[in-house]
């Protein structure tokens, strides 16, 4: 911790860095995107996919859930990815809430007790998430925004929502197409560059 605020405080006497961080203020997930979007809606929502460029054969897109990400990068928990109802077929985690720029899946009734965190996303990443025993006071990045956009909701990461994409992962163990964003080809061991399409991700509310 020290240590951290140490490189932080560092970064910040230093005027040119502090573009170039990751700041955390509220509604910095939210600069750049149109008005009326917010860091911190007020309802929770389900997400579907809509294709920017192939046919979209539902009118409100493809349901979006929480399925296995790529093998375990932490021996405490589990990385968790957004993928199509459609290919993972189980939904544990039934909506989203977003507070504060921080996206967080809620669980169902088969995952009482644990919570999804949300982490970077650096280009070319699955939208990922740890899944650990729920803790309260996570510092967990702020890096999501709902953006307004022609009367519709859609989901942006590191303000972007025009850079998403379906891709087929490696399965692990099972097959899945998960959420992807700046798609690129060297990130094979995680998803199939040559199956990925575009997409926009929308926000619907959720009645608890
Ligand atoms: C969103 O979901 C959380 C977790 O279930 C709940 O505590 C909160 O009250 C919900 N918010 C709204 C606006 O329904
Ligand atoms: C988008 O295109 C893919 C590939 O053709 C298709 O599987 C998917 O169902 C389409 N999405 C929607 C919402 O129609
Ligand atoms: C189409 O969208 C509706 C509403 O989100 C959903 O219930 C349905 O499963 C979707 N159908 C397909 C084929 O994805």
Not at 52 to 72: D, E, I
Not at 158 to 172: I, R, Y
Not at 173 to 199: E, M, R
Request: proline residues 8%.
């Amino acid at each position: 911790m020290f240590v951290l605020s140490a490189i932080v405080a560092l970064f910040a006497a230093s005027a040119s860095a502090v573009p170039a961080l990751n700041t955390r203020q509220t509604g910095a997930s939210c600069a750049g995107l149109s008005s009326g979007s917010t860091d911190t809606p007020a309802y929770n929502f389900t997400l579907t996919a809509l294709n920017t460029t192939l046919p979209n054969t539902n009118a409100t897109g493809a349901p979006l859930v929480l399925g296995w990400g790529p093998a375990g990068s932490s021996p405490a928990s589990s990385d968790w990815v957004i993928s199509t109802y459609a290919e993972w077929h189980s939904n544990e985690w039934p909506y989203f809430s977003l507070q504060s720029g921080a996206l967080y899946p809620i669980p169902g009734p088969d995952e009482e007790g644990l919570g999804a965190y949300d982490y970077d996303i650096a280009s070319g990443a699955a939208i990922g998430f740890y899944v650990l025993p729920a803790e309260s006071g996570r510092d967990n990045p702020e890096i999501y925004c709902a953006a307004s956009r022609n009367g519709n909701t859609l989901l942006a990461v590191n303000n972007d929502a025009d850079s998403f994409s379906l891709c087929q992962a490696v399965p692990n163990p099972y097959p899945n197409n998960i959420l992807v964003w700046q798609a690129k080809a060297d990130n094979s061991d995680v998803y199939d560059f040559s199956t990925c399409y575009g997409v926009q991700v929308f926000l619907f509310p959720y009645d608890d």
